[in-house]
C-alpha cells in the first residue's frame, strides 16, 4: 500500500465517521421533535375545565369534519363598517368591569392566599394601571379577568353588570 493510498483511506474514514456522528445526532433530535409534538397534540387535545356555554354541539362536530382552510365569506354590517355613517363605530363599546370582594388562592398553593377581599371598579372607557411589587398580584388580577382562572365563591367580577362566567 502506497502512502497515497494510505493517506486517502485515512481521509476517507474520518469523513464516514463525522457522517456517521452527524446521523446519530439527528436521530435524537427527531426523538426530542417527536416527543415534543405529542405534548402539543395532548394540549391541544385536552377538555377545558371551563366549558363554553351557548354551543350548538352538531355546528361544532361539523366544523371539525370541515377542512379548516375552506374560506368563509362574511360581510359586517353596515352598523360595524361605518358604510352608512362614514365613519367606523363599535358596535359594543367599552365595558365597566367591577371585582366585589375577591379573594384567590392559586390550586397549587391554596394556603396563600394571593388577592384577599378585593374591591374594585373600572368604568367602561376609564384607563387603569395595576402596579406594586412582586407577588402582590397584578398578574393574577389578569388571569382572573381572561378566565385562567376561575373565581369560585370568593367574590365576584362582573362585566357590565353580567358575571364574568356567562361570557365565552
Avoid: C
Avoid at 395595576?130 to 369560585?152: I, Q
Amino acid at each position: 500500500i502506497s502512502a497515497g493510498e494510505l493517506a486517502g483511506f485515512v481521509m476517507y474514514s474520518l469523513l464516514m465517521a463525522g457522517n456517521l456522528s452527524g446521523l446519530s445526532s439527528l436521530y435524537g433530535d427527531l426523538v426530542r421533535a417527536v416527543a415534543a409534538s405529542n405534548r402539543v397534540f395532548d394540549i391541544l387535545d385536552r377538555t377545558p375545565l371551563i366549558p363554553p356555554s351557548n354551543i350548538n354541539k352538531e355546528a361544532l362536530e361539523s366544523l371539525n369534519k370541515q377542512n379548516p382552510l375552506t374560506p368563509v365569506k362574511w360581510t359586517a354590517p353596515p352598523s360595524v363598517t361605518g358604510a352608512s355613517t362614514g365613519k367606523a363605530t363599535d358596535a359594543r363599546g367599552p365595558m365597566g368591569i367591577e371585582l366585589r370582594n375577591l379573594s384567590f388562592a392559586y390550586p397549587t398553593r391554596p394556603e396563600v392566599e394571593v388577592l384577599k377581599d378585593l374591591n374594585l371598579t373600572v368604568t367602561p372607557g376609564e384607563v387603569l394601571a395595576l402596579v406594586g411589587g412582586s407577588g402582590s398580584g397584578k398578574s393574577t388580577v389578569a388571569s382572573l379577568l381572561t378566565r385562567l382562572y376561575d373565581v369560585e365563591a370568593d367574590g365576584s367580577i362582573l362585566m357590565d353588570g353580567r358575571s364574568i362566567k356567562s361570557f365565552d
